[in-house]
């Protein structure tokens, strides 16, 4: 009884350990896109009701994402350019959704000018059809003390 009892719980974190793993190399070939910036492609890994908080504070992405900004009166600021790299990645996956946090360290090219950043990012990733596919996305600035 034990053995089928061990056995079932190492089935249960094996599934697991390979949803996160699948999700990461998602993630993975995701920025491989960014950092070329084929926005179409990076696209193809979000739902169509994708949302994203931006880590220049500004108005939550939404597939309106200009009128939104106009509403606020806000000005959307995408870096011309990102060169980022994933780490400490960590994912907890239930069923068929997952939270998803890690870092992005690298560089934003902005009006020419290149900045060195490190956020965090948070995120929740759903699975549908047999696909995994990112829902929101919440990125802010790592803050030395």
């Known amino acids: ?8 719980i190492m089935l249960l974190l094996g599934v697991t ?4 793993e699948e999700i990461k190399e998602i993630i993975e ?6 950092n070329v910036a084929d926005y179409a492609g990076a696209s193809t890994h979000h739902r169509s009701d994708f949302t994203m908080y ?6 939550l992405w939404e ?6 900004a106009n509403r606020m009166n806000a000005t959307p ?6 060169n980022l790299l994933m780490s400490n990645y960590d994912a907890v996956t239930y069923d068929d959704w997952a939270i998803v946090t890690f870092y992005l360290s690298g560089t934003h090219t902005i ?9 965090r990012v948070s995120a929740v990733w759903i699975k549908e059809a047999g696909e995994w596919r990112e829902a929101h996305h919440h990125e802010s600035p790592l803050l030395p003390n």
């Open 29 to 34: 070939e995701h920025y491989g896109y960014i």
């Open 54 to 59: 931006f880590p220049d504070g500004g108005p």
């Open 63 to 68: 597939s309106d994402y200009e009128s939104v």
């Open 17 to 20: 350990a390979s949803a996160n």
């Open 77 to 82: 600021n995408f870096p011309e350019s990102m």
């Open 1 to 8: 009884m034990i053995k089928i009892i061990i056995a079932g």
């Open 111 to 119: 009006n020419g000018e290149v900045h060195n950043v490190v956020n």
